[in-house]
């Protein structure tokens, strides 16, 4: 059974950096695109970033500059760089895989950003 398992989060304060990764596991399939949603208390979940096999990466606007996707093939794994990270960056973080073209999802990290 697949499984995504995120690492990282926690209390930051205005204008910190945090990072979180993701593994994925449980599969021997061909893994696509990978990439981080994001879910604020009361909001939809909305997309953060994702990033190809090939490393082509895409963000949301609101992130644009201050926020980077990375991983590493060989590792099955994603990673999200935050910097300059601002109360409104505070959410759950999921991290979201297509494997064998199935979705797959962590099991969310919180992360908050507060003085």
């Known amino acids: 059974q697949v499984q995504l398992v995120e690492s990282g989060g926690g209390l930051v304060q205005p204008g910190g950096s945090l990072s979180l990764s993701c593994t994925a596991s449980?599969?021997?399939?061909?893994?696509?695109?990978m990439g981080w949603y994001r879910q604020a208390l009361g909001k939809e979940r909305e997309l953060v970033g994702t990033?190809?096999?090939?490393?082509?990466?895409n963000y949301a606007n609101s992130v644009k500059g201050r926020f980077t996707i990375s991983r590493d093939n060989a590792k099955n794994t994603v990673y999200l760089q935050m910097n300059s990270l601002k109360p409104e960056d505070t959410a759950v973080y999921y991290c979201?895989?297509?494997?064998?073209?199935?979705?797959?999802w962590g099991q969310g990290t919180q992360v908050t950003v507060s003085s």
């Open positions: 979201y895989a297509v494997i064998s073209t199935n979705d797959s």
């Open positions: 990033i190809t096999r090939f490393r082509n990466t």
């Open positions: 449980g599969s021997s399939g061909i893994i696509g695109i």
